[in-house]
Nanobody
Framework: QVQLVESGGGLVQAGGSLRLSCAASGSIFSIIAMGWYRQAPGQQRELVAVTTSGGSTNYADSVKGRFTVSRDNAKNTVYLQMNSLKPEDTAVYLC??????????????WGQGTQVTVSS
């Protein structure tokens, strides 16, 4: 079982910045990818940004140029720097990890989520 500890959410005015962090621990043989999804009330969960162990990144079009995902491989921690925040970024942000539990068993997990609220 993997534990994901998220931090950094909160309330910010439009145009402001926040930094989210998520540390993974537990039964991890190797990590494939880490990143963030978000879910607003009444909306489906959507990808925000993901980074792979190979160093590639993938961003939602709506956050490109404003958000940056990064990772500390030694600490199994992923960060999301969010700049120029907009009210439409308001959502629960969930940490995501894809990993191998052993040499053959691939799994995915999400964190509990951290609330980000952007006021206009």
């Amino acid at each position: 079982q993997v534990q994901l500890v998220e931090s950094g959410g909160g309330l910010v005015q439009a145009g402001g910045s926040l930094r989210l962090s998520c540390a993974a621990s537990g039964s991890i043989f190797s990590i494939i990818a880490m990143g963030w999804y978000r879910q607003a009330p009444g909306q489906q969960r959507e990808l925000v940004a993901v980074t792979t162990s190979g160093g590639s990144t993938n961003y939602a079009d709506s956050v490109k140029g404003r958000f940056t995902v990064s990772r500390d491989n030694a600490k199994n921690t992923v960060y999301l720097q969010m700049n120029s925040l907009k009210p439409e970024d308001t959502a629960v942000y969930l940490c995501y990890v894809a990993y191998y539990r052993n040499v053959i068993q691939r799994k995915e997990d999400w964190g509990q989520g951290t609330q980000v609220t952007v006021s206009s």
